[in-house]
């Protein structure tokens, strides 16, 4: 069940007519460590936040911290997003709070256990729910929210791992191969209302997530700007690191009677 913590509307601010209007971003996931940076860069510009997460004192150090790095507005609600039935409340709740919204950014989902998983149903059901599933059901509110003003950046993380499954990790892989091709089709219908749909395709980003895997990782920080930067250009789908547009075009092109021979 979700539970509703939350601080009160964003009071009015003042904007200097020579500088940026604040940004009034949504964030689905805010904890995550690749969110968190992205986060703070937002801060630095003086953006207005409206962060959702599950675990309530780790939020509650976020948003101080955020607030400290400039943030102009900063609410929060403890949540547990795979709760699909409170997503319409909490979502109207945090655009009310924030008066409006210019970015969604969806940083929710799990990376759970592969073996765990090929022996229980249960564990790849719920990381299939977590990534995919209940993404669904936040996506389809916002996208209606956007359509309906004609306007909004809706950004999510997939992975590169969708791409193609492999062996050591289809499952997570399978979730983001279906959270990917959904963001597709919802750009496609969409794209037209002058909402734009970001498909954010990370490799192994340096966070408390992949702490435990012993393979190079990119720094979170430097993942963060691109991110920030793709989305004021309203970029369809991101790799980052870029140099994995080049890696997985490879991959996806492997003949399969060669892939499946493959320790991947």
């Given at each position: 069940?979700?539970?509703?913590?939350?601080?009160?509307?964003?009071?009015?601010?003042?904007?200097?007519?020579?500088?940026?209007?604040?940004?009034?971003?949504?964030?689905?996931?805010?904890?995550?460590?690749?969110?968190?940076?992205?986060?703070?860069?937002?801060?630095?510009?003086?953006?207005?936040?409206?962060?959702?997460?599950?675990?309530?004192?780790?939020?509650?150090?976020?948003?101080?911290?955020?607030?400290?790095?400039?943030?102009?507005?900063?609410?929060?609600?403890?949540?547990?997003?795979?709760?699909?039935?409170?997503?319409?409340?909490?979502?109207?709740?945090?655009?009310?709070?924030?008066?409006?919204?210019?970015?969604?950014?969806?940083?929710?989902?799990?990376?759970?256990?592969?073996?765990?998983?090929?022996?229980?149903?249960?564990?790849?059901?719920?990381?299939?729910?977590?990534?995919?599933?209940?993404?669904?059901?936040?996506?389809?509110?916002l996208a209606n929210y956007c359509v309906q003003r004609h306007a909004g950046v809706i950004a999510v993380l997939s992975s590169v791992a969708g791409e193609r499954g492999r062996?050591?990790?289809?499952?997570?892989?399978?979730?983001?191969?279906?959270?990917?091709?959904?963001?597709?089709?919802?750009?496609?219908?969409?794209?037209?209302?002058?909402?734009?749909?970001?498909?954010?395709?990370?490799?192994?980003?340096?966070?408390?997530?992949?702490?435990?895997?012993?393979?190079?990782?990119?720094?979170?920080?430097?993942?963060?700007?691109?991110?920030?930067?793709?989305?004021?250009?309203?970029?369809?789908?991101?790799?980052?690191?870029?140099?994995?547009?080049?890696?997985?075009?490879?991959?996806?092109?492997?003949?399969?009677?060669?892939?499946?021979k493959l320790n991947l």
């Amino acid at each position: 069940m979700s539970t509703l913590a939350t601080q009160p509307a964003a009071a009015a601010i003042l904007v200097d007519p020579n500088s940026k209007i604040a940004k009034k971003i949504l964030v689905l996931g805010a904890t995550s460590g690749i969110a968190e940076a992205t986060c703070r860069i937002w801060a630095a510009e003086g953006a207005q936040m409206f962060l959702v997460a599950r675990n309530a004192e780790k939020l509650a150090a976020v948003a101080a911290d955020l607030k400290l790095r400039g943030a102009s507005y900063v609410g929060t609600a403890v949540a547990d997003l795979d709760d699909t039935d409170k997503h319409a409340e909490l979502l109207t709740h945090a655009v009310n709070s924030l008066t409006g919204m210019d970015i969604a950014y969806l940083a929710h989902g799990i990376l759970g256990g592969q073996a765990r998983g090929e022996q229980d149903f249960e564990h790849a059901a719920q990381i299939i729910y977590t990534n995919f599933l209940a993404p669904v059901s936040l996506l389809t509110w916002l996208a209606n929210y956007c359509v309906q003003r004609h306007a909004g950046v809706i950004a999510v993380l997939s992975s590169v791992a969708g791409e193609r499954g492999r062996k050591s990790n289809y499952i997570y892989a399978s979730s983001k191969a279906g959270l990917t091709a959904f963001l597709s089709g919802l750009r496609n219908r969409i794209d037209r209302e002058g909402v734009t749909v970001m498909t954010i395709k990370p490799g192994p980003v340096n966070t408390s997530m992949t702490a435990h895997m012993n393979i190079r990782k990119a720094d979170v920080k430097k993942v963060a700007a691109t991110i920030v930067k793709a989305i004021d250009k309203r970029v369809d789908t991101l790799y980052v690191p870029i140099i994995f547009l080049p890696i997985m075009f490879i991959v996806r092109h492997i003949p399969e009677r060669i892939f499946k021979k493959l320790n991947l």
